[in-house]
């Protein structure tokens, strides 16, 4: 199986930034996406930021302009910067990755932001 871990949730004042980390490990064949997602209390799960190993990436129209997400393919690595965080960005962000070889999403537990003065 796939283990994948994230960190680099934080307490931050609204404005501030953070860097996410998320790191899989274990049986992988072939990562060809990572992405991150978020749920905020009371909300449902959802799409932050997608990329593709080509390089491709979308994200949510919320997060567009302040949040940039990256790929490590040599380290099986994803990154999202988040600058101009707001207080509706509080939440506990996963990432979550598509090995082909296995043919499944792998998710990690999730790492907290919140966004608060």
């Known amino acids: 199986q796939v283990q994948v871990v994230e960190s680099g949730g934080s307490l931050v004042q609204p404005g501030g930034s953070l860097r996410l980390s998320c790191v899989a490990s274990g049986r992988i064949f072939n990562l060809i996406r990572m992405g991150w997602y978020r749920q905020a209390p009371g909300e449902e799960r959802e799409l932050v930021a997608l990329?593709?190993?080509?390089?491709?990436?979308d994200y949510a129209d919320s997060v567009k302009g302040r949040f940039t997400i990256s790929m490590d393919n040599t380290q099986d690595s994803a990154y999202l910067q988040m600058n101009s965080l707001k207080t509706e960005d509080t939440a506990v962000y996963y990432c979550?990755?598509?090995?082909?070889?296995?043919?499944?999403?792998?998710w990690g537990k999730g790492t907290l932001i919140t966004a608060s003065s």
């Open positions: 979550a990755v598509f090995d082909s070889g296995n043919g499944a999403y792998f």
């Open positions: 990329i593709w190993s080509s390089g491709n990436t």
